[in-house]
Nanobody
Framework: QVQLVESGGGLVHPGGSLRLSCAASRSIFIGVMGWYRQAPGKERELVADLTSTGSTNYADSVKGRFAISRDNAKRTVYLQMNSLKPEDTAVYYC????????WGQGTQVTVSS
């Protein structure tokens, strides 16, 4: 079992930045870490993921604005979000895949003036 705890969400103005963190209860050195989001009335979608070899994958809507990274020593994955737009408003979920799939509880990000 792996527990994932997200933090760093909040309210930000358009054009602003936030950094989300996801702390894992055990080593995440092997496996795929990712961030997903779900806006009201919409399906959950992949934002970005990162493999243990360093390969990244981003949704087209966030390319050039968001960056995913991991600190294996801290068992933490980050999502740096820049140039935020109102359409980025959603609950953001951390995800870990290694055979099984694990989810965090989610953190709300609201982009509004």
């Amino acid at each position: 079992q792996v527990q994932l705890v997200e933090s760093g969400g909040g309210l930000v103005h358009p054009g602003g930045s936030l950094r989300l963190s996801c702390a894992a209860s055990r080593s995440i050195f092997i496996g795929v870490m990712g961030w997903y989001r779900q806006a009201p009335g919409k399906e959950r979608e992949l934002v970005a993921d990162l493999t243990s070899t360093g390969s990244t994958n981003y949704a087209d809507s966030v390319k050039g604005r968001f960056a995913i990274s991991r600190d294996n020593a801290k068992r933490t994955v980050y999502l740096q979000m820049n140039s935020l737009k109102p359409e980025d408003t959603a609950v953001y979920y951390c995800n870990y895949k290694l055979g099984s799939v694990y989810w965090g509880q989610g953190t709300q990000v609201t982009v509004s003036s």
